[in-house]
């Protein structure tokens, strides 16, 4: 496993790297293409990564937990806890390594909490904007001026961006706010020809509900699985859609 502590992501060398590819409209345009995915080892994580290698990317992979990330991939993972500036630019240093610059992030990190917005902790609140919403922040900062022409970064919001819901309420404005931020932020960087995909798939079979850091989840009707999801985030970059409301999944 690389070791990215010692990397900048201003000043990492690519003399030994391969040429950059810019996303472009030719047939597979993520073939090639230098991909950083953040949340690798979670399960959409996990099927983003499967869905890219597939198509011919080459993947930096970032979880939080050594031991999934050396499963996943040994050679190119690091792990990294997200949480901090100092880590988004970490990981971003990371990603410049293969090709000497970016043309993908992808951000598939998350936690959950379930519980009325009278009974949920302010520290489980304030968990999921730090996860849900700064390190989407702090990440796409470390990263603008790495990413090629013609590149892309994607956030996965969710639905419930689009519809909050009770005994969701903070886990839904964490997301609302990523939502919000990529419209922002999409305006911003196209003057730099980089779009920003805001993802709103429905509730995914990951698991993430089962794993809440705070409370219960309540019964969900089955989900889409993350193969599928997964495939229509990749479709999407490569087509060059700007967006990717729930009705696209
Ligand atoms: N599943 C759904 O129904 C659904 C629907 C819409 C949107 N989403 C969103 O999609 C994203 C991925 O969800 P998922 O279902 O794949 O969840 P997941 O399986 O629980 O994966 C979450 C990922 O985030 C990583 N992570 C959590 N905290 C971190 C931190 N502080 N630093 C670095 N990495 C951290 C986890 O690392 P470890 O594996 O090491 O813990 C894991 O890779 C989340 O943003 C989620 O809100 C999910």
């Not at 003399?15 to 597979?28: D, I, V, Y």
């Not at 970490?90 to 990603?95: D, F, L, P, S």
């Not at 922040?137 to 419930?160: D, E, T």
Request: hydrophobic share 45%; proline share 6%; glycine share 10%.
């Amino acid at each position: 496993m690389s070791d990215p502590s010692s990397a900048d992501a201003s000043t990492v060398s690519s003399s030994s790297a391969a040429p950059a590819t810019a996303l472009g409209p030719a047939n597979h345009p993520l073939a090639g293409a230098s991909v950083l995915l953040v949340g690798a080892t979670g399960g959409l994580g996990q099927a983003l990564h499967a869905e890219l290698k597939h198509r011919g990317a080459i993947v930096t992979v970032v979880g939080r937990t050594e031991a999934k990330v050396q499963a996943l991939d040994p050679e190119r993972g690091v792990s990294l806890d997200l949480r901090t500036a100092e880590a988004c630019q970490q990981a971003v240093a990371a990603g410049v390594v293969p090709t000497g610059s970016i043309d993908v992030v992808i951000n598939a990190v998350g936690v959950v909490a379930f519980g009325a917005v009278a009974d949920l902790s302010i520290d489980a609140m304030e968990e999921l904007f730090l996860t849900n919403t700064f390190i989407p922040i702090m990440l796409a900062k470390a990263a603008l001026p790495h990413i090629n022409a013609g590149g892309a970064i994607v956030n996965i919001s969710g639905v419930i961006a689009e519809q909050n819901m009770p005994g969701m309420g903070a886990y839904g404005a964490s997301k609302a706010a990523v939502r919000s931020f990529d419209e922002a932020l999409a305006r911003e960087a196209r003057r730099s020809k980089i779009r920003v995909l805001d993802a709103r798939p429905g509730h995914t079979e990951t698991g993430l509900a089962d794993r809440p850091i705070e409370g219960a989840a309540p019964k969900f009707p089955d989900g889409l699985s993350p193969a599928s999801v997964a495939a229509t985030i990749c479709d999407a970059l490569e087509s060059g859609s700007k967006d990717l409301p729930s009705t696209a999944f």
